[in-house]
Nanobody, 120 residues
Framework: QVQLVESGGGLVQPGGSLRLSCAAS????????MGWYRQTPGKERKLVAG???????DYADSVKVRFTISRDNAKNTVYLQMNSLKLEGTAVYYC??????????????WGRGTQVTVSS
């Protein structure tokens, strides 16, 4: 079994920064693409940033330049550096990853989310 655990959320003032982390744990697994999504009450979960196994990145237009996604394959961890946060950045942020366990199929796994609140 594989688990994704996010950390790094919290309360930050507008214009501030936060760094989210998401670590995968388990045994005999291979991680492919990883990403960060966010969701506010009553709204659908939306992609914030994604990164392929080879390091190619993609961002939602609303966060380009301000957010940076990166990964450390040795630590099975993906990061999201969020700078110049805006009020509309308030959301629960979820990590996801496409993972193959052993020789099985590739499945999508989700973390339980971490709350980010941008408020003065």
């Amino acid at each position: 079994q594989v688990q994704l655990v996010e950390s790094g959320g919290g309360l930050v003032q507008p214009g501030g920064s936060l760094r989210l982390s998401c670590a995968a744990s388990g045994s005999r697994f291979t991680i492919y693409g990883m990403g960060w999504y966010r969701q506010t009450p009553g709204k659908e979960r939306k992609l914030v940033a994604g990164i392929t196994g080879g390091g190619i990145t993609d961002y939602a237009d609303s966060v380009k330049v301000r957010f940076t996604i990166s990964r450390d394959n040795a630590k099975n961890t993906v990061y999201l550096q969020m700078n110049s946060l805006k009020l509309e950045g308030t959301a629960v942020y979820y990590c996801n990853a496409n993972i193959r366990v052993g020789s099985g199929a590739v499945n999508t796994y989700w973390g339980r989310g971490t709350q980010v609140t941008v408020s003065s």
